[in-house]
């Protein structure tokens, strides 16, 4: 069964620009979360998609942004991108709940 | 407030002895715990899991204890192999369903031939 893809796997962006990042889940799962991992603060919820519907939420600005797709695939996109957003960005997969499964992550670096 | 913390950020460890990585939480809601191992340019994976119902789990060279009174949990690893050297992420949830998992800020082990 393949794994959690997410594309692009590296990107670099300007201060004030904004990004898409896409993630595949494990065929059959239906739960896609977000997290966000930077040196300082380690991994940080964004949030988690059920069934096209945002299920919960962290504490992020509203400059972060979600959805899901009726196949299950998520996209997460960040408006208004600061040198701060800088960071690895994970999605995971689960079935309806249990174990999450990590992608290998978006580096994204802002300049 | 971090309700999830690691407080050794990094640990080195000769191979073939335990290695012990720790974790504490504030928030006495949590009753589900995992630890997660992430190698560099991959996504953290799943190593083992605990429920607030049992003081210890074990699966092959990793076994977790859990002392829910003093809000603290360790990972074991016997005996340490040079493949175990990653970063550690402990996780904590009041559930084992949806909700979201609050990680701490790792522990990278170093295992030293």
């Known amino acids: 069964k393949a794994g959690v893809t997410q594309t692009p796997r590296y990107l670099i962006k300007t201060r004030g620009q904004q990004v898409t990042l896409s993630c595949s889940p494990i065929?059959?799962?239906?739960?896609v979360s977000w997290y966000q991992q930077t040196p300082g603060q380690g991994l940080q919820f964004l949030f988690e998609?059920?069934?096209?519907?945002?299920?919960n939420k962290g504490n992020f600005p509203g400059r972060f942004s979600g959805r899901q797709f009726s196949n299950s695939r998520s996209e997460m996109n960040v408006s208004t991108l600061e040198l701060g957003d800088s960071a690895l960005y994970l999605c995971?997969?689960?079935?309806?709940?249990?174990?999450?499964?990590f992608g290998p992550g978006t580096r994204l670096t802002v300049t | 407030d971090q309700q999830v913390k690691q407080n050794s950020p990094s640990l080195s460890v000769q191979e073939g002895r335990i290695s012990i990585l720790n974790c504490d939480y504030t928030?006495?809601?949590?009753?589900?715990f995992l630890w997660y191992k992430k190698y560099p340019a991959e996504g953290p994976t799943f190593l083992i899991s605990?429920?607030?119902?049992?003081d210890k789990n074990e699966d092959g060279r990793f076994t977790v204890f859990l002392n829910k009174s003093a809000k603290h949990l360790s990972l074991h690893i016997v005996p340490s192999q040079p493949g175990d050297s990653a970063v550690y992420f402990c996780?904590?949830?009041?559930?084992?369903?949806?909700?979201?998992?609050?990680f701490g800020k790792g522990t990278r082990l170093s295992v030293i031939a």
């Open positions: 995971a997969s689960s079935l309806a709940v249990g174990q999450k499964y």
């Open positions: 065929s059959g799962h239906r739960s």
């Open positions: 998609y059920f069934s096209e519907t945002q299920r």
């Open positions: 928030n006495s809601m949590f009753d589900y």
């Open positions: 605990i429920s607030s119902i049992k």
């Open positions: 996780a904590a949830s009041p559930d084992s369903g949806n909700t979201p998992l609050v």
